[in-house]
């Protein structure tokens, strides 16, 4: 079993940045593989990005394509953590932001992953 939450979400001004940690419990957490996602009001829910397990290419990322130079994901394995550094916010980025745990290899499809956290909302006014 793995627990997650999430924290570091707030209200930011266009343009700003925001980083978002995901703390995981369980001993294998190297192994998981971490997705970040997002659900805006009336949205469905959207992959961001992840990043790999070590059994993976671990440490390899993946983002889709409205974030991709804007955003960075890492993991810190000692420390059972994951961070989504974001940059340049714009205002369409509003969304609760999820992260999420499989012990597979990444995926983008929500339904694929095992495990989440609760969610931190993300605010960026204009």
């Known amino acids: 079993q793995v627990q997650l939450v999430e924290s570091g979400g707030g209200l930011v001004q266009a343009g700003g940045s925001l980083r978002l940690s995901c703390a995981a419990s369980g001993r294998t957490f190297s192994s998981y593989a971490m997705g970040w996602f997002r659900q805006g009001l009336g949205q469905e829910r959207e992959f961001v990005g992840g990043?790999?397990?070590?059994?993976?290419?671990?440490?390899?990322?993946n983002y889709t394509d409205s974030v991709k130079g804007r955003f960075t994901i890492s993991r810190d394995n000692a420390k059972n953590t994951v961070y989504l550094q974001m940059n340049s916010l714009k205002p369409e980025d509003t969304a609760v932001y999820y992260c999420?745990?499989?012990?597979?290899?990444?995926?983008?499809?929500?339904?694929?992953?095992?495990?989440w956290g609760q969610g931190t909302q993300v605010t960026v006014s204009s």
């Open positions: 990043i790999r397990g070590i059994s993976w290419s671990g440490g390899s990322t």
């Open positions: 999420a745990a499989r012990f597979a290899r990444l995926a983008r499809d929500a339904t694929q992953y095992d495990y």
